[in-house]
């Protein structure tokens, strides 16, 4: 019997039971659906994880005091599962450690060859009058190179210069939301602000930059870090920003700072470091473990129905095996040989999964489209997504109905014929 | 004329406990290319046993069964499939067609499952036994006569050796069996061999020889009335 012709007699049989046939498919239709929404939220974020991350430079390599961020250990030592420190990053508990000397040091273009740019930052924040009231508002005391790296140019005026740096001039430039809360549409260039009780002057506005999804330039304001220093009394970086010439340069860059600054405070065991370098790629796969991992739980959850969905197939089929006893009867009278019965009923069994998967694919798309507005990003639907669920509900079809159609292939012509 | 089927010492003994049923005991039976013979017998005679046999739907415990001069007793499950498919029709009292399916469907049923023999056309077939206005009709859109009718010309749609009914008039009126039995006479006169199972003197006078089944062994017509 060809397979076509197995095709046509199975299709015939489901669509004799239209109603039943739909409602036998509806658990895997769910269980399928579930699985591509699930599957294609997972990607979604993923990839608009990925977008935020490389707004912050794929080249851009970050240093945090503190032990232990990353997805890569073999800078952080190869010792790391005995430190007995070991744990969650502790920047935010102890004093920085990442020092004026340290940035210096980077900054020496003839012994660090690949690092392009280095800057530092001090977070501080000050309170602002604003059109709506007192706001506080995030300074960053930082060098003239934070403007390359994170791709800031001025608006109007000028971002600071390396002299101003050197000689901790007071002087403050306003991202473009922070200087339209404060000064509406006038030009604030030329006025001053006090920080702290000091008086800065307003050199420059910034075009509208990229939120990165952890911080918004916009609303931040940027002054030296030598000036920041002195008015908020922080002698350490919170963060040290180095971009290394291009990414394939990136490791040998981790392990140039990674020695350098091991050198800098003295440590000599790796495992021991007092910062933790991690680039935008470290940062990227640590987002894609964690997010693969709740994709493939919430989906691998999600599959379970798709077992219970396998055993109402079964069931239906059973129940078709005993409804069409004297029809399997007949068929083997002329001369269906049992493999020709296995064929037929495994084969209706595969065709109502995999049309419940096929039409739980829509729905799981559906789903997609219909929550979009709400979670803001975008459900990603692969092709490797609805590969799996086709391949997946053959199996269901193919594991469940076996056992019916078995059933069905065993029957003895005489006692089927005389089946009532 | 050759033989179509011989029957060598057939029995059939079932199992039931620890008593054993002698369904045939001992068939000796040959039926000859172009007859159309009548088995008739009451029932328990072992009538049905022996239409299952001869169908190959059922083995023999003991004995010999040549279908065309093969012996096919000892044939395997899927051979004996085979040998339904190709050189038996089967025409039975009931449930004799696939529900929701049309008639030329329903008569192209065994080809399915292999290549027939010689070529017949299914729609001249259809038209032969009357059904030519009702080729694409559903079979539960038909009556009893035209559900045997359809039957008769799927028996023959492989060109088979023989053609097995198993009580076909069972379920009809007078008239609609006259007419049935009217039709397998003449397909026995295009040169179809029929072998024809009922309990019914009357049904059998349409055969040109009657085998008589009692107790599971062949008799004569004057041992029966004895």
Known sequence: MKLYTIFKQSLKAIFTNKGRSFLTTLGIVIGIGSVIALISLGTGVKSSISDQISTLGTTNITIMPGAGFGGDSSNTGEAQSGHPGGGPPSFALTASTLTKADLE?????????????????????SIFKSSSGDQRYTIIGTSDSYADIQHLDADKGIFFSQQAVASSAKVIVLGSQLSSDLFGDNNPVGKSLILEGMDYEIIGVLNEADANGFTNPNSQAYIPYTAASETFKAENFNSLTVQAESESAIAAVKEDIQATLLANHNITDASLADFSVSSSADLLSTMNGITDMLTSLLAGIAAISLVVGGIGIMNIMLVSVTERTREIGLRKAVGAKMS???????????????????????????????????????????????????????????????????????????????YE | MSKVIELKGIKKIYKTGDEDTIALNGIDLSIEEGEFVAIMGPSGSGKSTLMHILGLLDKPSTGDYMLD??????????????????????????????????????????????KPRNNVNAIKLIEDVGLGDRIHHKSNQLSGGQIQRVAIARALIMDPSIILADEPTGNLDTKRSKEILELFRKINKAGATVVLITHEEEIATYADRTIRLRDGQIVTKEEISA
Not at chain 1, 105 to 125: C, F, M, N, R, Y
Not at chain 1, 374 to 391: D, E, K, R, Y
Request: hydrophobic share 45%; no cysteine; glycine share 10%.
């Open chain 1, 105 to 125: 040091s980077l900054s020496d273009s003839s012994k660090h060859p690949q690092i392009k740019l280095v800057t530092g930052e001090i977070s501080a924040s």
């Open chain 1, 340 to 418: 020709d019965i296995l064929g037929q009923f495994i084969m209706e069994a595969v065709l109502l999964t995999l049309s419940g998967g096929i039409l739980g694919i829509g729905l799981g798309i559906l789903v997609g489209k219909v929550i979009e507005p709400a979670i803001g990003f975008a459900p990603i639907v692969t092709s490797g997504a609805i590969l799996l669920a086709v391949g997946v509900s053959s199996i269901v079809g193919l594991l469940f109905g076996v056992y019916p159609a078995a059933k069905a292939s065993r029957l003895n012509p005489i006692d089927a014929l005389r």
């Open chain 2, 69 to 114: 001069g093969q012996n096919i007793s000892k044939l395997s499950v899927s051979k004996q499939s085979a040998v339904r498919n190709q050189q038996i029709g089967f025409v039975f009292q009931q449930f004799n067609l696939l529900p929701r399916t049309t008639v030329l469907d329903n008569v192209l049923l065994p080809t399915i499952y292999g």
